[in-house]
């Protein structure tokens, strides 16, 4: 039975269960920080903006770290014992919130002890009435850009690497794999296959790729050695369709959804041996994951109707899964490289998620007006 990779995300929405799960949390104690920086005011609303997404910082008027000085000339840090600097050089807006976003990074690291994020980029896709276009931005919501222009649909953005994204596009007869720069938007293409193909997801030590084909029936995951392009089947399900894979951190293992219980649940194969072991059974439908460098896994759970972002240890799989957000139309997260925050859509806008327990509400990446989906933040 052959069905494409969007019916997967579609199926199951009649058997939703009827349970509703709120989610009560609690404001983290946060470190109250300072701003008293002159001149161009792109760098304090730059640094303000992302020490607060962060989770680990409260700006206020008499914070226990200070942060002073002027842009064009030197900025200061002190506070807790510690005392950090740098000379400001940028002599316009973006290169002041660049500046911002550096420092930003290193007082999360230095006080927070978390790796820092507001130097990475988050591609997603914007759908504009029968296309969809890439398009790209900083955590802080800044620094838009527009990545493709193909007049067609642009699906499923996956990193390659810190400057480079995979994406399915539709230019000529059917999906192929295309690879764009994010900072020129130069594209080429990487690979066509007979049928169906998309999900291309890079394995972290960047010497192969996981990605659905359909060129032997349904829709199965295989992993392409980038090397020489060579090619191993995994699955071999013939009534059913595989998709959205993601590898472990270590390399070892995939998760990826599978409807071979007729709804979509989420799997883990072995790479080396094929074995694998069914993860998620608890909700309608469970799909969108996302393996995280701490080695949990984010996605997407449909209860009641509708769809909240959960995280589970795939150890024990969904029985010790957390919910994290309250239940809306939550999609597609993709997890920020410390571990704790995701960015996932919502209501067609983006959101960046604090995954603790007793972590914020989710906050708005940008207000552009537009159906903005399928975050991947770059790791």
């Known amino acids: ?165 995979f994406y399915t596009g539709f230019l000529g007869a059917g999906p192929k794999i295309y690879e764009v720069d994010a900072q020129s938007g130069a594209k080429r293409l990487k690979w066509s296959f007979k049928g169906l193909t998309t999900g291309a997801c890079v394995s972290p030590d960047g010497n192969r790729v996981a990605i659905i084909l359909s060129i032997h029936g349904n829709p199965e995951l295989y992993v392409i050695n980038m090397a020489n392009s060579s090619w191993t089947r995994l699955t071999n399900t013939r009534n059913a369709s595989e998709g959205q894979p993601a590898w472990s951190p270590d390399g070892r293992q995939i998760v990826y959804v599978s409807d071979e219980t007729r709804y979509p649940q989420l799997y883990a194969i072995d790479v080396a041996t094929k074995a694998k072991r069914r993860l998620t059974s608890s909700g309608a439908q469970n799909v969108d994951p996302d393996w995280g460098p701490d080695g949990r896994i984010a996605y997407i759970t449909k209860r009641g109707g509708q769809s909240m972002v959960a995280v589970m240890d795939p150890r024990s799989g969904d029985k010790g899964a957390r919910l994290v957000t309250k239940p809306g139309s939550w999609e597609h997260p993709s997890w920020a490289r410390d571990s704790r925050h995701v960015v996932a859509s919502r209501d067609n806008a983006l959101f960046i998620v604090d995954t603790l327990e007793d972590g914020d509400e989710p906050v708005q990446v940008f207000l552009n007006k537009g159906k903005w989906i399928t975050p991947s933040w770059q790791k």
């Not at 303000?48 to 008027?61: C, K, T, W, Y």
């Not at 050089?89 to 420092?103: G, I, M, Y």
């Not at 955590?139 to 007049?151: I, K, V």
Request: aromatic share 6%.
């Open 1 to 165: 039975m052959k069905r494409t990779i969007l019916a997967i995300a579609a199926m199951a929405a009649a058997a939703a269960m009827a349970l509703t799960v709120n989610v009560e949390r609690e404001g983290v104690e946060k470190i109250p920080v300072s701003i008293d920086v002159k001149g161009d005011q792109a760098f304090a609303k730059s640094l303000r903006r992302n020490l607060e997404i962060s989770g680990v910082f409260q700006v206020r008027g008499n914070g226990s770290i200070r942060v002073t000085g002027a842009t064009g000339a030197s900025v200061h840090v002190e506070g807790r014992g510690k005392v950090m600097g740098f000379n400001s050089a940028a002599k316009d807006a973006k290169a002041l919130r660049n500046e911002a976003r550096a420092l930003a990074d290193k007082m999360v690291e230095t006080y927070g002890g978390q790796k820092g994020f507001a130097r990475d980029r988050i591609a997603f896709v914007r759908r504009e009435g029968r296309a969809a276009e890439l398009y790209a931005c900083h955590p802080d919501g800044y620094d838009l850009r527009r990545l493709t222009n193909d007049g067609q649909e642009a699906v499923g953005p996956r990193w390659k690497n810190a400057s480079t994204l």
